[in-house]
């Protein structure tokens, strides 16, 4: 469960206040961002001490906003970065259908920034979770992309890896 929760007539209260004033609401959205993004890179991958996941389980509701929220509002760089942040995360907890929906969001931030690396990570993840989840058919055209992408000579090793380990498991 959240951290907290606002009943939702204070919700509306609030929303119809903020819309009187943009500047702070603007501030507050890049602290928030901000908050979110640091708190998802300091649990990232802990292999070794698998108990720091559980700082993210009451916030896991609030951090799926905060990534729908910035991809929504093409903060796309933050989108992605949250999206980064919470994969270890998402994949111990096996919230795999939220991992899809917001791995669609990498892949389209990506495409808007023009960040063939992300995009093809965010392929390379999906094609690995339709895979062991044996939908291959799903997985067949995000892994023709992902192909087409592979004869990028720019990748990095860690993004080169990502992109065999997705056609090894379609395989």
């Known amino acids: 469960a959240p951290r907290f929760r606002q009943h939702p007539l204070v919700r509306a209260f609030a929303r119809s206040h903020l ?3 943009p500047d ?8 928030w961002l901000q908050w979110y993004c640091g708190l998802a890179m300091q649990v990232g991958f802990c292999w070794y001490d698998l108990s720091q996941l559980d700082q993210l389980d009451p916030e896991h509701a609030n951090l799926y ?3 729908q929220w910035a991809f929504q509002n093409q ?5 992605i970065d949250l999206i980064e ?7 111990v907890r096996g919230i795999w259908d939220e991992r899809l929906a917001i791995n669609k969001m990498r892949v ?10 992300n ?7 999906d094609v ?7 939908r291959l058919d799903d997985a067949r055209p995000l892994l023709a992309r992902l192909s087409e992408l592979a004869q990028e000579p720019g990748f990095s090793g860690d993004v080169r890896f990502e992109i065999g380990h997705a056609q090894a498991l379609h395989a």
């Open 24 to 31: 702070f609401v603007a501030a507050a959205r890049a602290r």
């Open 65 to 67: 906003e905060a990534i």
């Open 75 to 79: 903060h796309y760089p933050a989108a």
């Open 119 to 125: 995009e093809a990570l965010g392929l390379a993840f």
């Open 128 to 134: 690995e979770i339709l895979s062991k989840q044996g």
């Open 85 to 91: 942040g919470v994969r270890y995360y998402y994949n």
């Open 19 to 21: 819309a009187e004033m």
């Open 108 to 117: 389209d931030a990506a495409r808007a920034l023009g960040d063939r690396a």
